[in-house]
């Protein structure tokens, strides 16, 4: 049994995503960005175009959290939402030219957060690849 609240993986997972987010608010507020806008933003960087739905399931964020956070990323003039050519009920994310040019910008801002972590990249892979093991398996038990 636990004696320590920071023997739990739930909480000790919780209370690191939260550091994590605290120490890359100070580098997003200098873009006017939003964890939440960012993680958008990152996921459209690698593919753009694509639907609102495609978007939740990438970025793990429910559509009636995705929805504020898109339109106001649009009102920021970093993407458009256009109906698909093929299906008028869907609509299509996509980057604006100005969403493109942050993506060198955030480069830096990972770079600068890494750098204030005294850990070593190696440790920080395991570390990524340890958390997508663990939220797979919690997909594989949820759906059973």
């Keep these: ?12 997972l919780y209370s690191a995503t939260n550091a994590l987010v605290r120490a890359f ?54 993407l458009t939402r ?6 008028e009920r869907k609509k299509i994310i996509s980057l604006t030219e100005k969403g493109v040019r942050l993506q060198q910008d955030a480069a830096e801002l990972t770079a600068t957060l890494m750098a204030r972590s005294s850990m070593s990249l190696e440790r920080l892979e395991q570390l990524r690849l340890l958390s997508l093991e663990l939220r797979t398996e919690l997909a594989k038990a949820e759906a059973s």
């Design 1 to 12: 049994m636990a004696q320590n609240l920071s023997d739990n993986v739930c909480f000790t």
């Design 25 to 78: 608010r100070p580098l997003l507020d200098a873009y006017d960005l939003t964890y939440p806008q960012y993680i958008v933003m990152h996921s459209l960087w690698y593919k753009n175009q694509v639907s609102l739905k495609a978007l939740a399931q990438d970025t793990y964020l429910d559509s009636s959290t995705l929805t504020p956070i898109v339109k106001r990323l649009e009102a920021k003039g970093l």
């Design 82 to 87: 256009k109906i698909s050519p093929e299906d």
